[in-house]
């Protein structure tokens, strides 16, 4: 058996070879991409020997993604991704000044392959569709992510020189594309006491507003309302920002909406997209997103319990002494709780069985968010249950225990 440490950068990977004692083969600094790889075949060979089975090649690298790792997966090797954190603790082990080298530290990723591999989560292997589906939803989620931030940008600069805009524009919502095209239009106070209704209700004609004369005669009262002046050259200089916030949203707000037909292609192409869509509060983008980070490796989750603790949603225990605690995860993977969180909300309205259980929650004193992430915690648990026996969702089914009136 051959143990690899891959320490990766942007162009370069730092590998170290050991064999399952712990001895250092080789060392050397391979470059991103075909050649890179091939130099690691090349060295691999060298010290396993022609017949080496690639099933007996383990390799431990701190990413999980990207054409690197599947070239890796596609050879055969066992690869196991490890989060930084651990191999910076495990480090620790020799010494406690802190230093770091990218040999140091494919030295010990390799160590950690050799000595704690079964303490770790192998790469998982899902399918090409799993991974297109991955690939999408995570773009259209940092979109959206990034739009909050150039919204919360825009808004900043309005409030310090045009805090009319806010409330003119609130009923329309300011991220929408006719908002900030009103905007762009008069973006200072002086233009848009010029903004007639006839201007506001053509544009959004335009965006097939509805009620919109009632809408347009809002807006034009609300821009109207008397307010604090700035010197010209430092209102022109804020109007000159904002446009620039305002015209990078109306990008994102279309690049938003052509990402969100492709995640929704991926994911309803996939064979899992039906079991999906039949749990309770999922739809097209949610279900997206929960496929992509449980990935469709049906060895990777043994239970329900692995997939729960997966999610983040099953709580831990902390106990020492006379104190035991129990405790949410907060180390987790925050896209795939954010998904399985707007699940257990929207499922609230979607299933009675899952009302039933967070009221009963409620009942228990539990808090809001408590209760709602509780009821996430069993949603995972009865995904993981279709998904294992490829049945689709049952209310009755899913719910028999819980919604019996001794159960506890």
Same mark, same amino acid.
């Given at each position: 058996?051959?143990?690899?440490?891959?320490?990766?950068?942007?162009? @370069?990977?730092?590998?170290?070879?050991?064999?399952?004692?712990?001895?250092?083969?080789?060392?050397?600094?391979?470059?991103?991409?075909?050649?890179?790889?091939?130099?690691?075949?090349?060295?691999?060979?060298?010290?396993?020997?022609?017949?080496?089975?690639?099933?007996?090649?383990?390799?431990?690298?701190?990413?999980?993604?990207?054409?690197?790792?599947?070239?890796?997966?596609?050879?055969?090797?066992?690869?196991?991704?490890?989060?930084?954190?651990?191999?910076?603790?495990?480090?620790?082990?020799?010494?406690?000044?802190?230093?770091?080298?990218?040999?140091?530290?494919?030295?010990?990723?390799?160590?950690?392959?050799?000595?704690?591999?079964?303490?770790?989560?192998?790469?998982?292997?899902?399918?090409?569709?799993?991974?297109?589906?991955?690939?999408?939803? #995570?773009?259209?989620?940092? %979109?959206?992510?990034?739009?909050?931030?150039?919204?919360?940008?825009?808004?900043?600069?309005? *409030?310090?020189?045009?805090?009319?805009?806010?409330?003119?524009?609130?009923?329309?919502?300011?991220?929408?594309?006719?908002?900030?095209?009103?905007?762009?239009?008069?973006?200072?106070?002086?233009?848009?006491?010029?903004?007639?209704?006839?201007?506001?209700?053509?544009?959004?004609?335009?965006?097939?507003?509805?009620?919109?004369?009632?809408?347009?005669?809002?807006?034009?009262?609300?821009?109207?309302?008397?307010?604090?002046?700035?010197?010209?050259?430092?209102?022109?200089?804020?109007?000159?920002?904002?446009?620039?916030?305002?015209?990078?949203?109306?990008? %994102?707000?279309?690049?938003?909406?052509?990402?969100?037909?492709?995640?929704?292609?991926?994911?309803?192409?996939?064979?899992?997209?039906?079991?999906?869509?039949?749990?309770?509060?999922?739809?097209?983008?949610?279900?997206?997103?929960?496929?992509?980070?449980?990935?469709?490796?049906?060895?990777?989750?043994?239970?329900?319990?692995?997939?729960?603790?997966?999610?983040?949603?099953?709580?831990?225990?902390?106990?020492?002494?006379?104190?035991?605690?129990?405790?949410? *995860?907060?180390?987790?993977?925050?896209?795939?709780?954010?998904?399985?969180?707007?699940?257990?909300?929207?499922?609230?309205?979607?299933?009675?069985?899952?009302?039933?259980?967070?009221?009963?929650? *409620?009942?228990?004193?539990?808090?809001?968010?408590?209760?709602? @992430?509780?009821?996430?915690? *069993?949603?995972?648990?009865?995904?993981?249950?279709?998904?294992?026996? #490829?049945?689709?969702?049952?209310?009755?089914?899913?719910?028999?225990?819980?919604?019996?009136? @001794?159960?506890?």
């Amino acid at each position: 058996m051959l143990l690899i440490g891959d320490d990766w950068a942007e162009d @370069h990977h730092d590998v170290e070879v050991q064999d399952d004692a712990g001895r250092k083969l080789a060392a050397a600094r391979l470059s991103e991409g075909v050649q890179g790889i091939a130099k690691l075949h090349e060295l691999l060979a060298k010290h396993g020997g022609g017949d080496l089975d690639p099933a007996a090649v383990v390799v431990g690298i701190e990413t999980d993604r990207g054409s690197w790792v599947q070239a890796l997966i596609a050879s055969g090797y066992q690869v196991y991704a490890i989060n930084p954190r651990q191999v910076a603790r495990f480090k620790e082990r020799y010494g406690t000044s802190g230093a770091k080298s990218d040999k140091g530290d494919a030295h010990a990723l390799a160590d950690m392959v050799r000595i704690d591999r079964d303490q770790l989560r192998p790469v998982a292997g899902d399918s090409e569709q799993a991974q297109a589906v991955k690939v999408v939803a #995570r773009a259209h989620q940092t %979109l959206i992510r990034e739009r909050t931030r150039t919204f919360q940008r825009l808004r900043s600069t309005l *409030r310090e020189y045009f805090p009319a805009a806010l409330s003119a524009y609130a009923d329309l919502e300011l991220t929408s594309t006719d908002a900030l095209e009103l905007l762009i239009k008069a973006p200072t106070p002086a233009a848009a006491v010029k903004l007639t209704r006839t201007q506001i209700t053509a544009v959004l004609a335009r965006h097939r507003r509805r009620h919109r004369d009632a809408k347009a005669a809002t807006v034009q009262t609300a821009l109207r309302e008397p307010q604090l002046d700035l010197p010209e050259p430092v209102t022109a200089a804020y109007a000159a920002t904002a446009t620039a916030h305002a015209r990078l949203i109306i990008t %994102l707000n279309e690049q938003i909406d052509a990402m969100e037909v492709q995640v929704k292609a991926h994911f309803l192409a996939h064979p899992d997209a039906e079991i999906y869509l039949s749990m309770p509060g999922i739809a097209e983008i949610t279900g997206a997103r929960v496929l992509a980070e449980f990935g469709d490796d049906p060895t990777r989750y043994a239970s329900a319990k692995a997939r729960k603790n997966y999610a983040g949603t099953s709580p831990t225990t902390r106990a020492s002494g006379k104190s035991h605690t129990v405790q949410a *995860r907060y180390v987790r993977n925050n896209r795939l709780a954010d998904a399985l969180q707007r699940q257990a909300f929207a499922a609230l309205r979607a299933s009675p069985g899952a009302r039933h259980y967070y009221d009963r929650q *409620r009942a228990r004193e539990a808090a809001y968010n408590p209760a709602l @992430h509780q009821l996430g915690n *069993r949603l995972v648990g009865i995904l993981h249950g279709c998904l294992k026996t #490829r049945t689709l969702y049952d209310e009755a089914t899913a719910w028999s225990h819980h919604t019996h009136p @001794h159960a506890a």
